[in-house]
Nanobody
């Protein structure tokens, strides 16, 4: 069983920044890709970004590319999401996600690849 715990959400003004963290436990973190999804009120859960096990490859949703950056520290079993130039439409609950098997960053872009979810952290961007 994989346990994911997000932190770092909060309220920020448009144009501001936040850094989310996701601490993982329960299996060999460094062997698996990781990702972030988000769900706005009344909407589906959408893919945001993912990263390969070694950090060498990333995959971004068009809506966040150039503003968000994913990274990971395998020594700390943690994946990060740096969010800059935040917009009101970025307001959502952000979920850390892990696959059931080793996969590519691009393959993490669909929910069917995800076996484990964190509890989510709220990000609210005011205009």
């Amino acid at each position: 069983q994989v346990h994911l715990v997000e932190s770092g959400g909060g309220l920020v003004q448009a144009g501001g920044s936040l850094r989310l963290s996701c601490a993982a436990s329960g299996r060999s973190f460094s062997r698996y890709a990781m990702g972030w999804f988000r769900q706005a009120p009344g909407k589906e859960r959408d893919f945001v970004v993912s990263i390969t096990w070694d950090g060498d490859s990333t995959y971004y949703a068009d809506s966040v590319e150039g503003r968000f950056t994913i990274s990971r520290n395998n020594a700390k079993n943690t994946v990060y999401l740096q969010m800059n130039s935040l917009k009101p439409e970025d307001t959502a609950v952000y979920y850390c996600a892990a696959p059931s098997a080793r996969t590519t960053a691009r393959a993490m872009g669909v929910q069917s690849a995800i076996a484990y979810w964190g509890q989510g952290t709220q990000v609210t961007v005011s205009s």
